[in-house]
């Protein structure tokens, strides 16, 4: 019988990750930690701020606020906490017991952030106003012209620093309310009201921020300001002028600037050392918003309201992304895979012994932006937030062997969400508004006619001159109209590469009652054409073909297709039978899926039961592997015999088989190569 081995230690690869728990019902806006390091204060959008023991997460008290916490500082001898409300107040309070202090008045809007040291007191007020008040809560000074939100607040030096959403950040002499000269001042349109916003920038490109003013703000021993917002800004403030940008991954929600250098809570927690080395380490589920450092553990608060307790001596494990693997490609002939995370950065992975042999991160970005193996023993990465577009690199060693310019359209909203390759150096890619054809020797690149938006798959046919597309939009896009957002439906659309024009497009069904129509799912090539659902009935295969429009066979397998994938020349259809559904958001309870082989004409070759609740499943002409919501991961034959199974110990997010190689990559950041053996 074949047995599961996995080929490096991703199973005890080092996890920083010392505790977690749920801890609040809301978003953690600020975390502050009491002299010791072993007590933090967070503080949260459920109207609760907890005092922590670190590194067990006991609570030892809690603070009621009068609403939301917007914001938490500390004092420098660690005695007074001083908090920011959304009912025009900020408020004082006993570091250590939590007992309540002056309550500071005086506000016209939200309070979204407060400073403190040993002189004063300072917020920063959505109604245009700067605030500086003493300790005893009367209100000192009021700066700023009533523009514009402010959002962030920093007092050092005599100094208040202070950035507002318009995207500026000036600062004033705190003793005589002197305005001095801004760090900078951008352009920058604000849309919207207390709940939303859209920052519309205009003018030439500046030295500060690219959209809006920064929402972070720390300065660290060597008297460097740090400002956070779609990047992260170094200032020297003597000469008032920036003197380091740092890429982060999503926007920067929090800054903890040390001696060990510069810690960011951006989804993920990237970290720069002092001579600006880049790591990242997990954050919370759903992404991180604040950071603090508390003697030897980083404490991380996250959006949904969970607590994470880190180790930063823990080097970045070489088994583990820093966040769930969103993206699997292989190279079966290089013996390769590759897997992307969530915040953009993409590690290589050799199949012989499972090593990592690379990792692709010298732009991080968020989101799915994906890459595909060229077939000559090159990888392309793309990217979605200017030029270059896209990137070649050796995936062996992760030198960059040359960046590709795409087009200069800057509606390309997303820049580009699916990659292919059709023949040997052309490549398509997907973005917002149509197919782009690359030539990856010269650069060249030219744009197929017709129209399309939100491109997330391309799949050409096995000749290489046709491709079928998955797009995201609403009918009118097709008439030159812009997306409704409010009627978007999944299009699949049959292009011609030789010709460079599209030939069909097919409109999923809209059910009634329903926002979106999502019902092809990602098409497989075959012999002449394609099979994907049919976009007419969930539990519907259908046959598509260039040169006739319309579907040319279909195979109505009921209930409905969750997965579809190729078998070696056939195809395997996941499905749930008619009547079998679990109770709504039940993923645990019902029978097991089937599982139904096809061929290339959609005849059915014989169909088992699965055992078990599959939500990835791959297959060559001899396997199928599946893994489940609980990390079990089975190897059957086409018969449905288990051959071998192996506890993941945790949920797969992705998965590939690939000869005698299976390569999983796992909710939290893990990929295991495991060999076939016996």
Not at 2 to 18: D, K, M, Y
Not at 108 to 125: E, K, L, N, Q, S
Not at 309 to 322: C, K, M, N, Q
Not at 598 to 605: K, S
Request: charged share 25%.
């Amino acid at each position: 019988m074949p047995r599961l081995h996995p080929l490096a230690p991703s199973f005890e690869t080092p996890s920083p990750i010392v505790a977690r728990r749920q801890v609040h019902g809301d978003i953690i806006h600020a975390l502050v930690a009491l002299p010791g390091g072993d007590r933090v204060w967070s503080a949260s959008e459920d109207g609760r701020a907890i005092l922590w023991s670190i590194p067990e997460l006991q609570p030892l008290c809690e603070i009621e606020g009068p609403g939301p916490f917007n914001d938490l500082a500390l004092d420098p001898r660690g005695e007074i906490l001083v908090s920011a409300h959304d009912d025009g107040t900020a408020r004082l309070w006993d570091a250590t017991c939590g007992e309540p202090g002056p309550v500071l008045r005086g506000h016209g809007d939200f309070v979204r952030a407060v400073a403190i040291d040993g002189r004063g007191i300072a917020t920063a007020c959505e109604d245009g106003h700067v605030r500086l008040f003493d300790h005893e809560g009367r209100l000192v000074r009021t700066l700023g012209d009533g523009e514009g939100a402010w959002v962030s607040v920093l007092l050092h030096d005599g100094k208040v620093i202070a950035g507002r959403r318009d995207n500026r950040l000036v600062v004033w002499d705190a003793a005589s309310g002197e305005e001095r000269p801004p760090l900078y001042v951008a352009e920058t349109r604000i849309v919207g009201n207390r709940q939303w916003f859209l920052a519309i920038p205009s003018g030439e490109p500046h030295d500060g921020h690219r959209q809006t003013g920064p929402r972070a703000l720390a300065i660290g021993p060597d008297g460097v300001l740090w400002s956070g917002s779609e990047d992260l800004l170094g200032w020297e403030l003597a000469r008032r002028e920036r003197i380091a940008v740092r890429r982060a991954a999503w926007q920067v929600e929090d800054i903890v600037a040390d001696e060990a250098g510069v810690v960011v809570a951006a989804h993920v927690v990237e970290l720069w050392d002092r001579q600006g080395v880049h790591r990242q380490l997990p954050g919370p589920e759903r992404g991180a918003s604040a950071v603090v450092r508390a003697g030897d553990h980083l404490v991380v608060g996250g959006s949904k309201g969970e607590l994470l307790i880190l180790d930063p001596d823990v080097a970045e494990p070489v088994g583990r992304h820093a966040d769930y693997v969103l993206g699997l490609e292989v190279d079966p002939v290089a013996r390769l895979a590759a897997t992307g995370d969530s915040v953009g950065t993409v590690r290589v992975w050799d199949l012989e012994d499972g090593r990592m042999l690379a990792c692709l991160d010298r732009w991080p970005e968020p989101n799915d932006h994906p890459f595909v193996f060229t077939g000559d023993g090159r990888l392309v990465t793309s990217r979605g937030d200017g030029e270059p577009v896209l990137t070649i690199w050796d995936p062996r060693s992760g030198e960059v062997l040359r960046e590709l310019e795409g087009p200069s359209d800057r509606s390309e909203l997303g820049g580009v969400r699916g990659l292919t390759m059709v023949t040997p150096g052309v490549l398509l890619s997907g973005g917002h508004p149509g197919i782009t054809r690359w030539d990856l020797a010269s650069g060249h690149h030219d744009r197929l006619a017709g129209r399309t938006q939100q491109v997330s798959r391309l799949v050409p046919d096995p000749s290489g001159r046709f491709v079928a597309t998955l797009g995201w939009f609403s009918a009118g896009v097709l008439r030159g109209e812009e997306s409704d957002i409010m009627r978007t439906q999944e299009h699949l659309q049959i292009w011609s590469i030789e010709r460079g024009v599209l030939l069909h497009t097919y409109a999923g069904r809209f059910p009634e009652g329903e926002r979106f129509g999502l019902d092809f799912g990602a098409p497989v090539a075959v012999e002449g054409g394609w099979i994907s659902r049919s976009g007419a009935r969930a539990g519907e295969l259908a046959r598509w073909e260039p040169a006739r429009e319309g579907p040319v066979a279909t195979l109505d397998l009921g209930g409905s297709i969750s997965e579809l994938g190729p078998a070696g020349a056939d195809l395997f259809a996941l499905h749930r039978p008619p009547g079998a559904a679990a109770e709504e958001g039940d993923e645990d309870e019902g029978p097991s899926d089937l599982l139904t082989l096809v061929d290339a004409d959609l005849r059915p070759l014989g169909s088992f039961e699965m055992p078990l609740r599959a939500r990835h499943v791959a297959a060559d002409d001899a396997r199928i592997a599946a893994t489940d919501l609980d990390g079990r991961l089975v190897l059957l034959d086409r018969q449905g015999a288990l051959l071998a199974e192996l506890d993941l110990r945790g949920a797969a997010y992705r998965l590939a088989l690939a000869g005698d190689r299976i390569v999983v990559g796992m909710a939290d950041g893990r990929v295991h190569v495991l060999a076939i053996r016996g």
